[in-house]
C-alpha cells in the first residue's frame, strides 16, 4: 500500500518537474528613450543605473527646421545613436517611447534594423487625467 502512495506522490512530481514554463525574457544591456516632440526628436541610450551610452537628436544629425521632427529626422538620429552603441558592445535594449509623432515607429525599426534585440516596449506618453481649468465665461 505505501508503495503505490510513493509511486502517485513521484508521478506529480514528476509532472511538475517536466512543466513547461514560459520562456524566460532576456534582460536588457541598456535602455533605450525615443522623446519624439512637435519640433525634435531625441534618441538616448543608457544602462539600467541610469548613466547615459550615447544620445542623438534630429538636429544633432543635420536636419534643420521642421525636418527635425519627421520619419526621416528621427530615423536618422536612431540610426546614429545605434551605431554609437552597437560599437560599445550593447545589443539587448528596453525601448521607453514618449510623444506622439510619426518619428517613432521609424525610430524603432532603425533599432531593430542596426541588429539591437528588442526585449519589451513602454509608452511613457504623458496624458492629462483632468486637464487645465478652463477659461471663464464671457458676459455681455
Known amino acids: 500500500m505505501a508503495a503505490a502512495g ?40 543608457a544602462t539600467p543605473g541610469g548613466r547615459v551610452i550615447t544620445k542623438s537628436s534630429a538636429g544633432a544629425v543635420g536636419f534643420r527646421g521642421p525636418e527635425r521632427s519627421s520619419a526621416e529626422g528621427a530615423l536618422a538620429a536612431a540610426q546614429a545613436a545605434a551605431a554609437r552603441a552597437r560599437e560599445k558592445g550593447f545589443s539587448v535594449v528596453e525601448v521607453r517611447l514618449r510623444g506622439a509623432t510619426s518619428g517613432q515607429s521609424s525610430a524603432i525599426g532603425s533599432i531593430a534594423a542596426a541588429g539591437f534585440r528588442i526585449a519589451s516596449f513602454e509608452d511613457l506618453t504623458g ?5 487645465c481649468r478652463p477659461r471663464k465665461t464671457r458676459r455681455l
Request: charge should be positive; charged fraction near 20%.
Open 6 to 45: 510513493t509511486a502517485v506522490r513521484q508521478r506529480i512530481a514528476d509532472i511538475f518537474r517536466k512543466s513547461k514554463s514560459l520562456p524566460m525574457r532576456p534582460r536588457p544591456d541598456c535602455f533605450v528613450t525615443i522623446n519624439c516632440s512637435l519640433n525634435n526628436t531625441h534618441v538616448c541610450f
Open 127 to 131: 496624458f492629462p487625467t483632468n486637464g
